[in-house]
């Protein structure tokens, strides 16, 4: 594989920086000493920091917790649904067998 130019290294920086998801990432990067990036990150942490910031945050959080729910609930009535059908088919064949026991 061939060595990566200048605009590869960048771009891969910025991979880096798109996929960090945690502080301790994003001072790895930041020590890297790449002024962009060092710039990108304080306006990441700017941005971070705001109020605004914090409820669409929140409001992401709990949107992936009522979805994570709305799944959870679907299978669960999904389940009851075929224990139903199983249960219901499980009572019509011993109804069949007691009535081929009395022939």
Same mark, same amino acid.
């Not at 880096?16 to 990441?44: H, W």
């Given at each position: 594989?061939?060595?990566?130019?200048t *605009?590869?290294k960048?771009?891969?920086l910025?991979?880096k %920086? !798109?996929? =960090?998801?945690?502080?301790?990432e %994003? $001072? $790895? @990067?930041?020590e890297?000493? #790449?002024? #962009?990036?060092?710039? *990108?990150?304080a306006a990441?942490?700017?941005v971070a =920091?705001s109020?605004? !910031?914090?409820e669409i945050?929140?409001?992401?959080s $709990? &949107?992936?917790?009522?979805? *994570? /729910?709305a799944?959870s609930? *679907?299978?669960?009535?999904e389940?009851?649904?075929?224990q139903? #059908?199983?249960a219901?088919k499980? &009572? @019509?064949?011993?109804e069949?067998r &007691? /009535? %081929?026991?009395k022939k």
């Amino acid at each position: 594989m061939p060595p990566l130019d200048t *605009a590869d290294k960048g771009r891969d920086l910025w991979l880096k %920086l !798109f996929k =960090a998801e945690t502080e301790e990432e %994003l $001072k $790895k @990067i930041d020590e890297m000493g #790449v002024s #962009v990036m060092s710039e *990108a990150i304080a306006a990441y942490r700017h941005v971070a =920091a705001s109020d605004e !910031f914090r409820e669409i945050e929140r409001m992401r959080s $709990k &949107a992936r917790h009522d979805e *994570a /729910q709305a799944i959870s609930n *679907a299978e669960r009535r999904e389940r009851e649904k075929w224990q139903s #059908v199983v249960a219901d088919k499980d &009572a @019509i064949i011993a109804e069949l067998r &007691a /009535q %081929l026991e009395k022939k």
